[in-house]
C-alpha cells in the first residue's frame, strides 16, 4: 500500500497509527512546510516500508533510532530540509539495503558515524548544510562500490580526504566545498568526478 500527502497544507504531527499499518510499502509527507513535532518512532512498525519521505516539513527533535527496524526493508529514507537536531544514529548503519539517504539542510551536530560504511548497496548520501564535525571517516568506503552521490559540504568537517575514498570507482558527484578540509587532491583526479 502506499500513502502519499506531500505538497499540501497539511499541519500538526504525523499520527502514530500510521506504524500499524503493517502493509505500507511508501509513506510520503514530503513539502507539507508546516508539518511539525518529531517524527514518530512508532513508523518504524510498518516493517515492510521501502520508501519513507519526510523531507521539506518543520519536523523537530532527533532522528529516531527505532528507524533501524526497518531492517533490510528500507530502500529510501528522505529526512532532508527539516529542523531535526541531535546526531546522526550510528543504527542507521542496519538498514543493510538502504540505497538513498537524504539528511541535508537541518541542524544535525556531531560526527559522521563509521556504520554508515556498512550500507553497502548505497548509491546517495546527502548531508550538506548541518553542523557536522570532525574528519570524513574512511570506512564510508565500506564495501560499497555502489556509491555515485556524496554530498557533505556547509559543514564543519576537517581534516583531509582519506585516500581510500579513490576505491570509489563509480563517484561521479562529491561535493566537500565549505568546510576545513586540507592535504592533497591529487590523488582524486583519475576519478574524473564533478566538484
Not at 15 to 34: A, K
Not at 55 to 63: A, H, L, P
Not at 87 to 104: K, N
Not at 131 to 159: A, K
Amino acid at each position: 500500500d502506499w500513502l502519499y500527502l506531500g505538497w499540501n497544507n497539511l499541519k500538526g504531527r504525523i499520527p502514530t497509527e500510521i506504524g500499524r499499518m503493517t502493509s505500507l510499502t511508501v509513506f510520503s509527507v514530503d513539502e507539507c512546510h508546516t508539518l511539525d513535532s518529531t517524527i514518530p518512532t512508532e513508523l518504524a512498525l510498518a516493517t515492510d516500508m521501502y520508501y519513507l519521505i519526510l523531507n521539506g516539513n518543520s519536523f523537530t527533535g532527533t532522528i529516531p533510532s527505532e528507524l533501524a527496524a526497518f531492517g533490510t526493508s528500507l530502500d529510501r529514507l528522505y529526512l532532508q530540509g527539516n529542523q531535526l537536531s541531535g546526531t546522526i544514529p550510528s543504527e542507521l548503519g542496519m538498514l543493510s539495503e538502504l540505497q538513498v539517504l537524504t539528511i541535508e539542510e537541518n541542524n544535525l551536530t556531531g560526527t559522521i558515524p563509521t556504520t554508515l560504511g556498512r550500507l553497502s548497496v548505497l548509491q546517495t548520501l546527502t548531508m550538506y548544510k548541518n553542523q557536522l564535525t570532525g574528519t570524513i571517516p574512511s570506512e564510508l568506503v565500506g564495501s560499497s562500490d555502489s556509491l555515485e552521490t556524496l554530498e557533505l559540504h556547509n559543514n564543519q568537517l576537517e581534516g583531509s580526504i582519506p585516500d581510500i575514498f579513490i576505491s570509489f570507482y563509480n563517484l561521479t558527484t562529491f561535493y566537500i566545498d565549505y568546510n576545513d578540509i586540507t592535504g592533497s587532491i591529487e590523488f582524486m583526479c583519475p576519478l574524473g568526478i564533478e566538484w
